[in-house]
T-cell receptor, first 116, second 118 residues
Framework: AQSVAQPEDQVNVAEGNPLTVKCTYSVSGNPYLFWYVQYPNRGLQFLLKYITGDNLVKGSYGFEAEFNKSQTSFHLKKPSALVSDSALYFCAVRDVRASGTYKYIFGTGTRLKVLA | SAVISQKPSRDICQRGTSLTIQCQVDSQVTMMFWYRQQPGQSLTLIATANQGSEATYESGFVIDKFPISRPNLTFSTLTVSNMSPEDSSIYLC???????????????FGEGSRLTVL
């Protein structure tokens, strides 16, 4: 079965500095990887995905992620953090059941805190 | 993309009662899922809502406790039956496979339904 791991419960970064939120994956076959953000009392919002192609994926709100097959990682990055980026971030992977249907598995989440 | 409406957004329920959460998508989707989330924590998949057939439940979740309906490609309900305080949580509806993106598409989420069981 596929899985993702987010090794950091919380990441603190100063406003204007680059940020990285880490995610590693364990999959068989080609991974379908996603990043989501959740603001307080809200549902999850899609940021970006990697399916195939360029290893650097660009997404919403200036975020990007780098797919690294050798390190089995899919870290989320942003060149310059904003206080408004403070939220809970989830990495996710699409898994395929024996029946051929899909399900999506989420990491434990990383709380990003951007300090003014 | 897809816009997902969930209701109720929150409710306070008495032990032993049941509550049905509705999820409406503004376009046809191939996949609909129900997740549970404790505030600030990860998501746990309850089941996949299958259109026109029984839902597919994950380990630890059963149909008698969490009956799910999906009568068409835009609507699903989740019922939390015979509630206990342990069922207090946020329940999230999600959908994927909008239009032709059924094989590679991301999921879209509703705002969640926050249940408190007394």
């Amino acid at each position: 079965a596929q899985s993702v791991a987010q090794p950091e419960d919380q990441v603190n970064v100063a406003e204007g500095n680059p940020l990285t939120v880490k995610c590693t994956y364990s999959v068989s076959g080609n991974p379908y990887l996603f990043w989501y953000v959740q603001y307080p009392n809200r549902g999850l919002q899609f940021l970006l995905k990697y399916i195939t192609g360029d290893n650097l994926v660009k997404g919403s709100y200036g975020f990007e992620a780098e797919f690294n097959k050798s390190q089995t990682s899919f870290h989320l990055k942003k060149p310059s953090a904003l206080v408004s980026d403070s939220a809970l971030y989830f990495c996710a992977v699409r898994d395929v059941r024996a029946s051929g249907t899909y399900k999506y598995i989420f990491g434990t989440g990383t709380r990003l805190k951007v300090l003014a | 993309s897809a816009v997902i409406s969930q209701k109720p957004s929150r409710d306070i329920c008495q032990r032993g009662t049941s509550l049905t959460i509705q999820c409406q998508v503004d376009s046809q989707v191939t996949m609909m899922f129900w997740y549970r989330q404790q505030p600030g924590q990860s998501l746990t998949l309850i089941a996949t809502a299958n259109q026109g057939s029984e839902a597919t439940y994950e380990s630890g979740f059963v149909i008698d406790k969490f009956p799910i309906s999906r009568p068409n490609l835009t609507f699903s309900t989740l019922t939390v039956s015979n509630m206990s305080p342990e069922d207090s949580s946020i329940y999230l509806c999600s959908a994927g496979g909008v239009g032709t993106s059924s094989n590679t598409g991301e999921l879209f989420f509703g705002e969640g339904s926050r249940l408190t069981v007394l």
